[in-house]
């Protein structure tokens, strides 16, 4: 039990409700360390980590579905070659934003720039997910 937070000091380490840490750990996008002997919800220092991720993802458009399907997945796959296909894919985009003609070339390197913010949150999401 040493050094895990319960809910209201996550919440207030990682600067939101009560209510928002219920609805994330609800929604299964985190999830409780262990429960005290009294019954609390006790986290991991790192949620907050990751509760700053997956608000900075859902800031960027992504819906909640998304990442919590992406947090299961990342939980599961091969994270080195998650990273090697995320950077082909990533690669892609710049060649095609470089290769486009000038009236779509403004809208293809803002993708571009879209897509490696949410690759670097995803990253930052992963490395700041718990261990399971």
């Known amino acids: 039990m ?3 937070m319960r809910i ?11 209510r928002t840490i219920d609805f994330y750990t609800n929604r299964g ?3 409780p360390a262990e429960r005290s002997p009294g019954g609390y919800r006790l986290y991991d220092p790192a949620t907050v980590d990751l509760i700053a991720a997956i ?5 960027s458009g992504m819906a909640l ?6 947090l299961h997945s990342a939980a599961t796959a091969d994270l080195p070659a998650a990273v090697a296909r995320l950077d082909r894919d990533l690669e ?5 934003a470089e290769s486009a003609d000038a009236e779509a070339q403004p809208m293809a390197a803002t993708l571009t720039v879209r897509a ?3 690759i ?3 990253m930052d999401l992963l490395i700041a997910m718990p261990e399971v």
């Open 2 to 4: 040493a050094g895990l």
């Open 8 to 18: 209201g000091e996550l919440a207030a380490a990682a600067g939101v409700s009560n």
């Open 29 to 31: 996008l985190i999830a």
């Open 55 to 59: 608000r900075q993802l859902e800031a």
């Open 65 to 70: 579905e998304d990442i919590g399907r992406e």
């Open 92 to 96: 892609t985009l710049r060649v095609l």
């Open 116 to 118: 490696h913010n949410l």
């Open 120 to 122: 670097t949150a995803a």
